[in-house]
Structure formats: structure tokens, C-alpha cells
């Protein structure tokens, strides 16, 4: 389970860039974070990731707070980014073999990697082509099957189908919704209207670092998602 309490971020310049965000993302709930650029999304997802610290409130993975325990909490999260960082000298199956060490795992086999791969829709023939020669949704979907093979319970995602063609889109929706059922917790940070009236169990929209709208499946397929998210963002915020 994912969870903000008050989490707020002023940068040293003065910058609210998030304002006393609460939410709880619970086990088995696709959750989709939207917003436009600058809203405070990208901020959410680098203090759930301990990448920065709040200057106030708390970010709570599985019960642990992440400024205490950083380490800890890390075991217990995976992050997918728009751009995925991934070594271009090494193959995929390399690349999966060593972040899945990093992260504890050193018994998996060629053909865990394997599975996997398939599971994220990635060609066979790339298993064992360096990552240099790879397309953008390519990375994307290594990416997401080390995310998958490090087996944790919340999944942290940043534009995922940044890059990807309409069917590895598709692909990757099903693949989300297969890991909600197993009980993983999903946040996704997107601009991705469509997707989130695909798949999304509840949205959110953010607007100059605060949660203005929080509303589940059933409550926003009664209404225009598109239009009450258009709404929201010729709002005034006061």
C-alpha cells in the first residue's frame, strides 16, 4: 500500500511544487495521477522513491515510512520512467539479471528473465540484443519486466506508454490489470485520459502541487472524464 500524509514540498527557491498531498493507494487498485506539466506528479513519485525528502508530511510504503527506512522501503516498490535508464552495452536479459541482483534476487534462471520478457510483450530475438540497438518501447517494455521480476507489492509508474505503439499499449494495460488482481498496488502518474477510463479503479488530478479531484470508476463513468479533467484545469486555484 501506497500512502501520503500532508506530503508537501517546497523547493529552495520558493516553489510549492507539492501542497499537503493525502492519499492511499491500496493493495489490488490501479490508480491514475493526472495532471498537466508541473502539477506536482513527477515531485509525488520522486518522495514516494526517496529520491528527494518533503519538507513536511510523511510518504508510507507497506506501513514503513521512507525517510526512515529508505532502504527498507525500497524492497517493497518498483519504478517504471518515462525514460527508462538501462545499461545500452548490456542485453535485455542482462540488464534484468543485474537490477534483479541488486535487488536481492540472484536465483532467478535464464528462462525466469525469459518468461518475463514474453509476459511484457518484448520479441524474442531481443532477448540477447544489447539495449543501444533497442527502440524507445522497446526499453519501456524491459523496463517494466524488471519492475515485474523484482515480485514487489507496489508499482510506481511515469508515462509508461511514453513511446509504446497502440498495441504494446494495449498489451501493457492487460499486464496492469493482471498485476492488480494479484494484488499489487499501481500508481500512475500520465496525461493518458484514455487509459484511465480503460483500466483506472480511481483517478486523481493534480493542479499546481495540490489534489483537486479524487473520484472512483464507478463515479467517473457516470460523467465525461475528459471534460471534468478540462474542467479542473481552467479552474482558478485560490
Known amino acids: 500500500m501506497l500512502q501520503a500524509i500532508d506530503l508537501t514540498k517546497r ?10 498531498l ?13 495532471g498537466a506539466n508541473g502539477a506536482g506528479k513527477t515531485t509525488s513519485i520522486n518522495l514516494f522513491l526517496n529520491f528527494i525528502e518533503p519538507t513536511s508530511g510523511k510518504a508510507v510504503i507497506d506501513g514503513i515510512d521512507v525517510m526512515d527506512q529508505p532502504l527498507e522501503t525500497k524492497k517493497h516498490v518498483a519504478f517504471v520512467s518515462e525514460n527508462v535508464m538501462l545499461y545500452g552495452n548490456f542485453t535485455a536479459r542482462q540488464n534484468m539479471d543485474f537490477f534483479a541482483r541488486l535487488g536481492g534476487k540472484t536465483s532467478l534462471t535464464k528462462k525466469d528473465y525469459y518468461n ?11 532477448f540477447e540484443r544489447k539495449l543501444k540497438t533497442f527502440s524507445k ?25 511514453s513511446g509504446l505503439d497502440p498495441k504494446s499499449a494495449a498489451e501493457l494495460m492487460q499486464l496492469l490489470i493482471n498485476l492488480r488482481d494479484q494484488g499489487k498496488s ?36 457516470q460523467d465525461d472524464l475528459e471534460r471534468i479533467y478540462l474542467d479542473y484545469m481552467q479552474e482558478a486555484i485560490v
Open 186 to 221: 499501481i500508481l500512475m502518474c500520465t496525461h493518458d485520459l484514455f487509459r484511465a477510463k480503460t483500466i483506472a479503479d480511481r483517478v486523481g488530478i493534480m493542479k499546481e502541487g495540490r489534489l483537486v479531484m479524487l473520484r472512483t470508476r464507478e463515479e467517473f463513468m
Open 11 to 20: 523547493y529552495e527557491d520558493g516553489l510549492l511544487a507539492l501542497d499537503a
Open 137 to 161: 518501447g522497446m526499453r519501456q517494455k524491459v523496463g517494466l519486466a524488471i519492475a515485474i521480476i523484482k515480485d514487489a507489492n507496489n508499482i510506481v509508474m511515469d508515462e509508461p506508454t
Open 22 to 34: 493525502n492519499l492511499e493507494i491500496k493493495p489490488g487498485e490501479i490508480f491514475f495521477l493526472l
Open 116 to 126: 518475463v520478457m514474453r509476459q511484457v510483450g518484448l520479441q524474442e530475438e531481443a
